[in-house]
């Protein structure tokens, strides 16, 4: 007999997600609002869309903002790939404990991470700009790459790797053709995560940042300091729905990757 949830469960799970996406909702809705008083609405229009492309300031912090987080996905999927792939073969205690450090940045506080980097830059005399932000995205986006791809991994076995290596393959030939293909989801997976944890990362670029490399959320909050206008609600919207976009690409990947490896059969 199928058990029955409890009617107020179903209201809590409601009024949960109410209070996570109205506020999200209302600022979508302003951003089309005829007017920079946020409270009245006047009508639709979508002046304020045009006018923030138009805006240069904006369109400089952009252009930071997507190099700052090309560079540091790059690099940071290589790296966490690198660093998944080297410690499946490591013992159990010693994956334990680079499993522990790699998952620190993680659980560490925003806050922590940025101010520890700002000491850290200031102690090697390094001037704050670009190199510091990208250097900064890389550290804690390192982790959730790596996190993604070794939860890949443990649901693959090496049994493929060890037939493919009787047959003849060497160590490379192994991992092009077999071990690659199966990890791809989930490198694809970190990197969009990577990019997306990177495009609306502020806390810690707020303390490593220099004048000249301002990103899209630090341009914001100084925006907001001066009072919430609709052009910040546009800037706001349009960064939500990438962020939304890119996080929901890479969980169909990941789970259309995880159905394929679920179906794949080996031939006999």
């Known amino acids: ?114 101010l520890s980097l700002l000491v850290l830059f200031s102690q090697l005399n390094m001037p704050l700009g670009k190199t510091t932000v990208i250097i900064a995205h890389i550290t804690f986006s390192l982790s959730y790459v790596y996190v993604v791809v070794t939860a890949r991994l443990s649901g693959m076995g090496k049994q493929l790797d060890e037939a493919a290596q009787d047959l003849g393959a060497t160590p490379w030939q192994t991992f092009r053709h077999v071990t690659l293909p199966q990890i791809a989801p989930g490198i694809i997976s970190g990197a969009l995560i990577a990019f997306t944890l990177s495009l609306d990362d502020f806390m810690v670029s707020f303390f490593v940042a220099g004048p000249s490399s301002t990103t899209l959320p630090i341009y914001i909050y100084a925006q907001v300091k001066r009072g919430i206008s609709p052009e910040i609600n546009a800037l706001c919207t349009l960064l939500i729905l990438v962020s939304i976009t890119l996080i929901l690409l890479a969980q169909y990947i990941l789970n259309r990757g995880n159905g394929q490896k679920k179906h794949k059969t080996l031939p006999i």
């Open 1 to 114: 007999m199928k058990k029955k949830n409890h009617p107020l469960l179903g209201i809590h799970s409601y009024l949960m997600m109410a209070f996570i996406y109205v506020p999200i909702i209302m600022i979508i809705i302003y951003s089309f609002n005829d007017t920079r008083l946020s409270g009245n609405w006047e009508g639709f229009t979508l002046d304020w869309y045009v006018s923030l492309f138009e805006n240069r300031h904006v369109m400089e912090a952009l252009m930071n903002s997507l190099t700052v987080a090309v560079i540091s996905t790059v690099v940071s999927t290589l790296l966490g790939t690198a660093a998944a792939l080297s410690l499946r073969n490591m013992g159990r205690k010693g994956r334990s404990g680079m499993n522990g450090l790699l998952y620190l940045p993680v659980i560490i506080p925003d806050i922590i991470m940025g």
